[in-house]
């Protein structure tokens, strides 16, 4: 199966838009709130932040709790926006981008030109030379090569932060068997329910099933694309998948 994708996603995106604009908090656990109130929830959060336990929807006074010394800081949208704009134009140099799927996270269709994997590899090193030189170094990025938009965004997530995983036919799927099934862009938490009550528990008894099996169980032919995306085919997403 050919590389086909190239799928980009920033680290911590709200939190490393604003380590960038303000140096003192580079290195630090940072949530990111809608609003500057104990009651709310946390947005994002920076590398370090995740590191003692917060995650986006933290509530901030738990978030305080498990990370003392965690700066709390009011989001700013204009600037997400704004950097979002910059990153596009940078990966933009690089190659086209395909789709924006979300503030953080684009798609590139890996052309001919870029296709061979060591190509693809070094337009991805572009990409995060570009951006750590024209925008800044906080916002680093995971790239995932794959041969479609669901490996690749899989091989996004596995390396993080400044992540570059390439995920060839003799990964797949070796490297993505310790991984949730609700990992897996197109398994929400009640098709990840009704896989379990079909005995398919585990990414390994899911490659394991047959087209027929996934079919019954997601009771349509997105069963059947579900089985070939799993193994490289490229099949254009539909109504299941929910950017942000
Ligand atoms: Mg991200």
């Not at 061979?116 to 990409?127: D, F, L």
Request: aromatic letters at 4%; one cysteine or more.
């Amino acid at each position: 199966m050919a590389l086909r994708t190239l799928a980009v996603d920033f680290n911590s995106y709200f939190a490393s838009c604003e380590m960038q604009e303000r140096p003192e908090l580079r290195g630090r656990p940072v949530g990111i709130v809608p609003v500057l109130a104990e009651t709310t929830c946390c947005i994002a959060a920076s590398r370090q932040a995740k590191a003692r336990g917060v995650k986006v929807g933290t509530g901030v006074a738990e978030a305080r709790a498990l990370c003392p010394d965690i700066v709390i800081v009011q989001q700013r949208p204009a600037l997400y926006i704004g950097y979002h704009r910059r990153l596009l134009a940078e990966i933009e140099a690089c190659i086209h981008v395909t789709a924006i799927k979300s503030i953080d996270e684009v798609e590139c269709d890996l052309t001919a030109t870029f296709a061979p994997r060591e190509k693809a590899m070094a337009v991805a090193r572009q990409i995060k030379d570009r951006v750590a030189r024209h925008v800044g170094p906080c916002l680093t990025s995971s790239i995932g090569i794959a041969p479609n938009w669901l490996l690749a965004k899989l091989a996004s997530d596995m390396q993080k932060p400044d992540g570059l995983v390439v995920l060839d036919d003799e990964d797949i799927p070796q490297k993505l068997l310790a991984l949730d099934m609700t990992d897996i862009s197109g398994i929400g938490p009640r098709m990840d329910h009704r896989l379990k009550a079909h005995g398919i528990d585990t990414v390994a008894k899911l490659y394991g099933a047959t087209k027929a099996t996934l079919r019954g169980i997601w009771g349509g032919v997105e069963g059947e694309r579900m089985h070939g995306r799993l193994r490289g085919e490229n099949i254009p997403l539909t109504h299941q998948e929910h950017p942000i």
